[in-house]
């Protein structure tokens, strides 16, 4: 048994629910408000920031925190099917994409948007910036312009199967697509790599998610946009 504390459409919680199913892993799911952190979920993460894992599925009960690290525990104690490749070069370039989603996109494109739409509304931080808004969306053009050079010669964001890189920009680029951010007809290469992303069962229950007051895009749920 696996317990995630996650927040609906904060992108490393979605690579964790993501891995988790690929994974086949019953889990149950523990939503957290990470601007409120209740006091027993400091005991299971000090930083009081999710995604956190219980994994109870063997003798001693282990606790993991942040996306990164659950995702290794998952590939390494769970490693079917793999989410890496096994020539180095492969790994290599999955880890180098990894990380440039979840540091240069996430600066780049979550710092302006998702804060600007998403995190001033739920704490209350007064009314979104349209300079700041313009700027991510520009910004967000440049990577799926880098993304679409990628895909117009691979299958993978990484290489010639779907892989840890995919399922990491999959889930920062969904909860951009959930406010409606993504021009995705501008870039059919990046378009057709999503669709295929969001009819894996594994992303499905992503596409379900609902955040009160704020529905998502209208596209955002279908598979074929």
């Not at 086949?24 to 009081?48: I, S």
């Amino acid at each position: 048994m696996f317990i995630l504390h996650h927040w609906p459409l904060d992108p490393w919680s979605r690579q964790a629910r993501i891995a988790l199913a690929e994974k086949k892993c019953a889990v149950e799911l523990r939503f957290q408000r990470v601007w409120e952190p209740e006091d027993a979920f400091f005991d299971l993460n000090p930083a009081g920031l999710t995604p956190v894992l219980e994994d109870r599925s063997g003798e001693t009960p282990l606790v993991i925190v942040q996306a990164d690290a659950i995702l290794a525990h998952l590939e390494e104690t769970r490693p079917e099917p793999p989410l890496l490749p096994s020539e180095p070069a492969g790994r290599a370039e999955v880890r180098r994409l990894v990380t440039w989603f979840d540091r240069k996109f996430d600066a780049e494109v979550n710092a302006y948007l998702l804060h600007e739409k998403l995190e001033k509304r739920m704490q209350n931080l007064g009314s979104p910036d349209a300079s700041v808004i313009r700027a991510g969306r520009d910004f967000l053009r440049a990577h799926l312009d880098y993304m679409s050079m990628l895909l117009e010669r691979r299958d993978g964001l990484a290489g010639p199967r779907y892989s840890m890189a995919d399922l990491v920009a999959a889930a920062h680029l969904s909860c951009v697509d959930y406010l409606g951010d993504v021009p995705w007809d501008s870039f059919p290469a990046a378009k057709a790599w999503y669709e295929r992303i969001k009819c894996r069962p594994a992303f499905r229950s992503l596409l379900d998610d609902r955040l009160p007051g704020l529905p998502p895009a209208r596209w955002y749920a279908d598979l074929d946009f």
